[in-house]
């Protein structure tokens, strides 16, 4: 079985419980709701990174600012230097949608828990409900990389209006295929935060991201499985991502980029959330992109 491109990028259960006292290494876990998750148990010495109430901008739809990024590392004691492993519920949603992030902030060894707490938690292993606290560091922001892993709604809307979509740009919803074809409006999960209308972006074509993950251990599949899922994506040209409010993007992000090794691959976050809530915007529902 062939290794990912990049392996290192992925830790198993065992590399994390040889590293739960490691003054190097900072255990993070990250949710979308925290009370059904890191509440409950964690694993040992993992800290805690709220989705909404830490890495959103707090007075815009937006994330942290480069600052606010700098602030929430040295108030959790992460270091520039720190190897920073990442997991969380929902299947590593959030998990992955902060790898991104702390990527476009340039934090240099940030690695995934392969199954996050799925995988944790099926295994039987040690787990906690005492809350870490690390002496506070003095974290900077080394370089600020958004061109290269993020995707503006008028990009978007550019590359539709232009036909490009498909052609020199393929665009991935990753969402349900009811969600796709607009059927619904939200997963179940959020079903209290629906778009004005449903279906998606013409020119998109419908991956699902579930496809990437065993249901059983949330892990990803094997790479020969994953090349098989995303074969009729094409290496040569630009990837777009997206979702409902870009965490399944993240998801999907990573695999194509960093276990597939798909060389221009971005989010586009405002996903679904924003695109179909936008006067006059272009949607288009059905199975067809």
Request: hydrophobic content about 35%.
């Amino acid at each position: 079985m062939s290794k990912y491109v990049n392996q290192e990028v992925l830790v198993d259960t065992k590399y994390v419980l040889d590293n739960v006292g490691n003054e190097k290494v900072r255990i993070v876990e990250v949710d979308y709701d925290h009370s059904t998750a890191y509440d409950a148990w964690h694993i040992p010495n993992a800290i805690l990174v709220r989705w909404r109430e830490d890495l959103r901008h707090p007075e815009i739809r937006d994330f942290i600012t480069p600052q606010q990024f700098e602030d929430l590392m040295s108030r959790l004691g992460i270091s520039n230097d720190s190897t920073v492993i990442l997991y969380g519920d929902y299947n590593n949603w959030f998990a992955t949608y902060a790898f991104w992030l702390f990527k476009a902030y340039g934090h240099q060894d940030v690695r995934l828990l392969n199954g996050g707490r799925t995988k944790w938690a099926k295994l039987g292993l040690p787990t906690s409900k005492d809350v870490p606290r690390y002496p506070k560091t003095e974290y900077k922001v080394s370089k600020v990389d958004w061109g290269s892993h993020r995707v503006l709604m008028w990009e978007v809307l550019q590359k539709v209006s232009r036909g490009e979509t498909g052609k020199i740009a393929t665009l991935i919803d990753v969402r349900s295929p009811k969600e796709y074809t607009g059927e619904i409006k939200a997963p179940p999960e959020y079903a209290d935060e629906q778009t004005q209308v449903g279906g998606h972006i013409p020119g998109a074509i419908n991956i699902p991201w579930a496809q990437a993950v065993n249901p059983d251990t949330g892990e990803f599949k094997a790479y020969e499985e994953l090349l098989r899922i995303y074969s009729n994506v094409p290496k040569d040209k630009e990837i777009i991502t997206y979702c409902r409010i870009g965490e399944r993007a993240a998801h999907t992000w990573f695999v194509l980029k960093y276990l597939l090794g798909y060389p221009a691959v971005r989010v586009y976050d405002g996903s679904s959330a924003e695109w179909n809530n936008v006067v006059g915007i272009p949607v288009k529902k059905g199975t067809e992109p």
